[in-house]
């Protein structure tokens, strides 16, 4: 593979106020609500690594410096574990980044949109293409399949084009996504439409929070000017290259949660608790037993 299609940056926006969990996240993050034992990021660095990310650039805001010390190093806290026999809790600390991986952290002063947090990363990419990864969308992948981050960017080394990930969502949901259209096969768009009303869309293929970019987007974001909501929109940009046939296309392989919803952050942590390799089981069995003692499903 050639070293300008390889993939081994990604930005992970992370500057929202999280307004939807107030008061949580008043004093902490969004991103750091756990699941089980793991905040929600994690989730989302973890797939990363695994696609081979060695650079991790994190667009934050005035309130986020909790999520750099989430990835810093705690060498007492290391050592207090260490010292009471507990190795395995040490390494889960010492290891939610590690030692081999660089990252960064940019801040966006102003928040106007997800398409200016992605172009607030410029400085740190220069001409190399890079993964974007929104944490609000845990994914579960097919156990049979690559996660998405690494199918997203082999499909970028083997085309040169910029990748997104889609979902196909019910028609009442439509007004929620950037939509895209069609393109002349399955593997891409002809177009990205921002959050259309319902009976407007031009399919109900959803963008979510996953994708892979060349660089040329740089120069499209910094020519934009506000779209929907008044922000500068990442999908705006998508559409301009994807009408030029700059954009393929991969369909979700597994199971996603929007975690910046009440039910989504709920059913992330049923599903991640329903599959845990240590308690799954007993979860389950719990589950079910609430269920019949709260005459649910009765």
């Known amino acids: 593979m050639s070293n300008a299609l390889k993939v081994t ?6 500057a929202g106020l999280g307004t939807r969990f107030l008061p949580a996240t008043k004093a902490m993050p969004k991103e750091l609500l756990p699941i089980i034992d793991r905040p929600i990021i994690q989730y989302a660095v973890e797939e990363a690594l695994a696609a081979g990310i ?4 994190f667009v934050t805001g005035r309130t986020k410096r909790a999520i750099a010390d989430h990835f810093d190093a705690a060498p007492e806290l290391e050592r207090a ?26 801040r966006q002063r102003i928040p106007l949109g997800l398409g200016h947090a992605v172009l607030c990363a410029r400085p740190a990419l220069g001409d190399e293409p890079f993964a ?10 097919d156990p049979r399949a690559a996660n998405p981050t690494a199918a997203l960017s ?13 979902q196909d969502v019910p028609p009442t949901e439509v007004h929620k996504y950037g939509i895209a259209i069609r393109g002349a096969d399955d593997e891409s768009i002809a177009g990205l439409v921002e959050k259309p009303d319902p009976g407007q869309a031009p399919s109900t293929l959803a963008s979510i929070g996953r994708y ?3 660089p040329e987007i740089f120069d499209i974001l910094a020519a934009l000017g506000p779209g929907h909501g ?10 301009i290259l994807a009408r030029g046939g700059r954009v393929g296309a991969l369909p979700l392989d597994g199971t996603r949660h929007d ?12 599903a991640a608790a329903s599959s845990h390799p240590e308690f799954g089981g007993e979860f389950r069995a719990l589950m079910a037993e609430s269920l019949s003692q709260s005459g649910v499903g009765a």
């Open 9 to 14: 940056t990604a930005v992970f926006p992370v």
């Open 259 to 270: 975690c910046g919803t009440h039910l989504g952050y709920l059913g992330a942590i049923v």
């Open 54 to 57: 060695t650079k991790f650039v």
């Open 132 to 141: 974007v990864l929104l944490a609000d969308d845990f994914i579960m992948p």
């Open 81 to 106: 574990l260490e010292k009471a026999g507990k190795f395995d809790l040490a390494a889960a600390v010492r290891d939610t980044l590690p030692a081999h991986v660089h990252a960064v952290y940019i």
């Open 230 to 239: 008044g922000e500068i929109q990442l999908a705006d940009a998508i559409d």
């Open 154 to 166: 082999l499909a970028y080394a083997a085309s040169g084009r910029s990748q997104v990930l889609l």
């Open 212 to 214: 892979v970019f060349h």
